[in-house]
């Protein structure tokens, strides 16, 4: 247990989950306005210079030391990488993202779990390899829920000493962890689901902004709160919202909240 000191200064963390359908501006909208300099973690095989063409000139961006960006190996190296440079991360980066959580819970982590299924013949490997080898029991997404945990307590550790972090992922309809909502993160397994909202300061759905003749402009709105009926996951830790939007620009968002960057 530490107990915290009335002198000590207390942080005003900022740890924010964002969600919403494919080519809406989540990427590109977080890079553009986030705190510099920024840490981006790439967490799916996408080319983040085609995101960003015609928009960022990404090269330079990197060269003048605003931008450092970074592809996980495996969950263990993401989680290694978090807890052997902590101090430096807090020190050297005033925000990090991590970009595409859904794949890499769904497709990278899962996939390790379940190459770690079939080696341990849990499924018969002999007559059905192909299929065995992409199944998951119940204790695989159990594991699944346990592993994210662990990373998320990681990054909220790193949150908890300055930087805002934002986290991405993809929406669906429907979600199967909770078929009460209309719409909600794209999330493997169940447990997680329900689970991930206690982690995070703010959680938002990033939707594409159109002017009169229907024409998409930038940025795109997040909303932080889904109305009394609540068909979508939102969260807002700060002051009582004028309205249930954004248009996202984390630097108006952050000082709304009074963050001090």
């Known amino acids: 247990m530490k107990w915290i000191d009335p002198s000590e200064e207390d942080i005003d963390r900022a740890l924010i989950f964002i969600y919403g359908p494919p080519y809406t501006g989540k990427t590109l909208t977080s890079i553009m306005t986030l705190p510099k300099p920024l840490l981006y973690f790439g967490c799916e095989p996408k080319g983040l210079d085609r995101t960003c063409k015609g928009h960022i000139d990404l090269p330079a961006l990197k060269k003048s030391g605003n931008f450092k960006h970074g592809r996980p190996e495996s969950y263990e190296d993401l989680c290694d990488t978090l807890a052997k440079n902590e101090d430096m991360i807090v020190e050297k980066f005033k925000a990090v993202l991590f970009d595409g959580i859904t794949f890499f819970m769904g497709v990278d982590l899962l996939g390790e779990i379940q190459v770690e299924t079939g080696k341990a013949g849990i499924f018969n490997a002999t007559e059905r390899p192909l299929i065995n080898s992409s199944r998951t029991d119940?204790?695989?997404?159990?594991?699944?829920?346990?592993?994210?945990?662990?990373?998320?307590?990681?990054?909220?550790?790193?949150?908890?000493?300055?930087?805002?972090?934002?986290?991405?992922?993809?929406?669906?309809?429907?979600?199967?962890?909770?078929?009460?909502?209309?719409?909600?993160?794209?999330?493997?397994?169940?447990?997680?689901?329900?689970e991930f909202p206690g982690f995070f300061d703010m959680i938002g759905r990033v939707e594409k902004r159109e002017d009169k003749d229907g024409r998409v402009v930038w940025p795109p709105n997040v909303w932080f709160e889904s109305g009394k009926d609540e068909s979508f996951t939102a969260r807002w830790s700060g002051p009582t919202l004028e309205q249930p939007y954004f248009e996202m620009d984390w630097g108006k968002i952050l000082a709304y909240t009074g963050k001090q960057i």
């Open 138 to 194: 119940q204790t695989g997404y159990g594991g699944l829920a346990t592993l994210m945990n662990r990373l998320c307590k990681l990054i909220g550790n790193i949150a908890a000493r300055g930087p805002v972090v934002v986290l991405t992922a993809q929406q669906t309809e429907d979600p199967k962890w909770n078929r009460e909502l209309s719409a909600g993160p794209a999330l493997a397994g169940k447990k997680f689901g329900e």
